[in-house]
């Protein structure tokens, strides 16, 4: 019996996880904006490139179309903590070399703009997932309440 939890603290612990979900949403909203001013910047340094070497220059002709492509950044997930990381890898292919060897400094800000939309959009599903969490959590916190109104209605 001393176990037990009363009304008030689950009640508590309610308003608790509701605000730790707003926080979370907050940080969710904040993670997505960044992601979108990075898309937003990388198009348009993306474009400057275009203008400045032409439209053959910058296309998808310069995507690699056979052979193995070793990528500089992969999405790690972790199975016994079931978080995502992003491993670095700086022996991979550059992709920038495609374009040549004296690219403009557009082309290079692109680069970088969109790499940065890669660790916004890990932030962002880091965040989804444990606000996943916190809502199974808030759920059984629900159900929990709901037996022991339950019981002290019967």
Known sequence: MGHERTTKQVDDELDEICLQMIQLMDDYCSSIGRLEHCLRDGCVHLAKSRYVM????VSDLQ???SGPYTARSTVVREENTDTI?????DSGDDPIKR????VPG????????????????IEAAVIK???EKVREN???LKDTRSQMTKKVNK
């Open 54 to 57: 032409g439209n053959s220059s």
């Open 63 to 65: 995507l690699p179309t």
């Open 85 to 89: 990381n992003l491993a670095h890898d």
């Open 99 to 102: 374009f040549g060897v004296l």
């Open 106 to 121: 557009s082309l290079r800000m692109a680069q970088e703009r969109f790499c940065k939309c890669l660790e916004s959009t």
């Open 129 to 131: 997932s444990e606000m």
């Open 138 to 140: 808030y759920l059984s």
